[in-house]
């Protein structure tokens, strides 16, 4: 096999870093698959937050941890993913000292923040399927609101603290080792505290939904007690309806935590285990493991709202221009069967 060229981001500098040369058929596949990966993210949010923020039906505290949850990754789709993607390509850092500070500090604070919001879904879907006679009293639009509000605030603070502490305001030739290359530094301690901070609301989101998950096989069986000894005349598809959307809800909740577990978990585990306390943008793992979180980006909408039918109404009303008629904010979703 022939050896791989190796040449340097910037061959006028002696300090560059190097990169692979790739063939050009290559280098196109890798730019048309990342950018279909951005397309996906930027399009299937945004339709997200034009669905729930136009139609009043949709109005609801679900929705609103989905809108929170579709506008942190609608930015990272804008904001992160781009310049993710070119580094991932080229192996190199184009973009300057400034903006590789900016990119640090988006990459991590909307990360945390579309975590949480994870973490907030599975709270409320607990107490909806749970404990839905006094679901409207304990997780009311107000609350929500405000664990939105709180989420983004403390995200906010803590991954300043995080880029702050760990002195990557520096100047980039006090933290690189080479010209080209966009390092984050973070202490021992921090790691620890950055694996706590996701532990907790990763827990919470398996829990819950394990609970759920348990919950929803448990009315299965109790509707088809109640089917079975009910006369065969009643035997129809509206006593069957139930149960379907009790096992879709389950499975629902498997992709979840499935997706959840595959984009998340490799990362933290790595950022223990590796005692490089630079994290380089140069490193194929440490890209790879940062397009994994990424991509839970660009799947959430498919899983948080697809699955839902009031989500494929609305995008034919929004793609159809319907929503600029009068009163089409007014228009009921939910007339079919869900």
């Given at each position: ?6 040449q340097?981001c910037?061959?006028?500098s002696?300090?560059?870093?190097p990169?692979?040369?790739?063939p050009?058929?290559v280098?196109v596949v890798m730019?048309?698959?990342?950018a279909?990966?951005?397309?996906l993210t ?8 034009i669905?729930?923020?136009?139609f009043?039906q ?10 929170s949850l579709?506008?942190?990754d609608l930015?990272?789709g ?8 070119i580094v991932l390509?080229?192996?190199c850092w184009y973009?300057?000292e400034t903006?590789?500070?900016m990119?640090?500090?988006f ?6 923040v579309?975590?949480?919001n ?10 909806a399927i749970?404990?839905p ?15 939105i509000?709180l989420?983004?605030l403390?995200?906010?603070?803590y991954?300043?603290l995080?880029i ?10 006090e ?5 080209g290359d966009?390092f984050f530094?973070m202490s021992?301690?921090?790691r620890?505290v950055?694996?706590l901070l996701f532990?907790?609301?990763?827990s919470?989101?398996?829990i819950l939904?394990a ?8 009315h299965?069986?109790?509707i088809s007690v109640?089917?079975e000894q009910?006369s065969?005349k009643?035997?129809n598809?509206s006593k069957k ?9 389950a499975?629902t909740l498997?992709?979840?935590?499935a997706?959840f ?5 490799p ?6 285990i590796d005692?490089n ?8 793992m440490?890209n ?6 990424f991509?839970?980006s ?5 899983i948080?709202a697809?699955?839902?039918?009031w989500?494929?109404?609305s995008v034919?009303?929004?793609v ?16 079919q069967?869900l």
């Amino acid at each position: 096999m022939e050896q791989t060229e190796v040449q340097y981001c910037f061959p006028t500098s002696n300090s560059s870093c190097p990169k692979e040369l790739r063939p050009a058929a290559v280098y196109v596949v890798m730019y048309i698959s990342a950018a279909a990966v951005v397309m996906l993210t930027v399009c299937g949010n945004l339709l997200v937050i034009i669905s729930i923020s136009h139609f009043k039906q949709l109005h609801t505290p679900t929705n609103l941890l989905l809108l929170s949850l579709a506008v942190a990754d609608l930015l990272i789709g804008v904001t992160v993913m781009p310049f993710s993607l070119i580094v991932l390509i080229e192996m190199c850092w184009y973009f300057g000292e400034t903006v590789c500070i900016m990119f640090n500090m988006f990459r991590f604070l909307l990360s945390s923040v579309s975590i949480n919001n994870v973490a907030c879904i599975a709270i409320d879907r607990y107490f909806a399927i749970c404990d839905p006679l006094l679901y409207s009293t304990k997780i009311t639009r107000n609350i929500t609101l405000l664990m939105i509000i709180l989420n983004w605030l403390f995200s906010l603070l803590y991954n300043s603290l995080l880029i702050y502490v760990n002195n990557n305001m520096s100047s980039t030739e006090e933290l690189t080792v080479c010209y080209g290359d966009c390092f984050f530094v973070m202490s021992e301690a921090w790691r620890v505290v950055d694996l706590l901070l996701f532990i907790l609301p990763g827990s919470i989101m398996i829990i819950l939904y394990a609970k759920v998950f348990f919950v929803a096989k448990r009315h299965v069986k109790v509707i088809s007690v109640i089917t079975e000894q009910a006369s065969s005349k009643n035997k129809n598809r509206s006593k069957k309806m139930p149960i379907t959307s009790e096992r879709k809800a389950a499975k629902t909740l498997g992709i979840v935590v499935a997706v959840f577990l595959l984009c998340l978990v490799p990362y933290y585990v790595w950022n223990v285990i590796d005692s490089n306390v630079k994290l380089s943008t140069s490193s194929v793992m440490i890209n790879f493991l940062y397009w994994l979180v990424f991509f839970s980006s660009a799947v959430n909408p498919i899983i948080y709202a697809l699955f839902y039918p009031w989500f494929q109404k609305s995008v034919k009303f929004i793609v159809t221009l319907r929503i600029f008629k009068p009163a089409s904010s007014l228009l009921n979703l939910f007339y079919q069967k869900l």
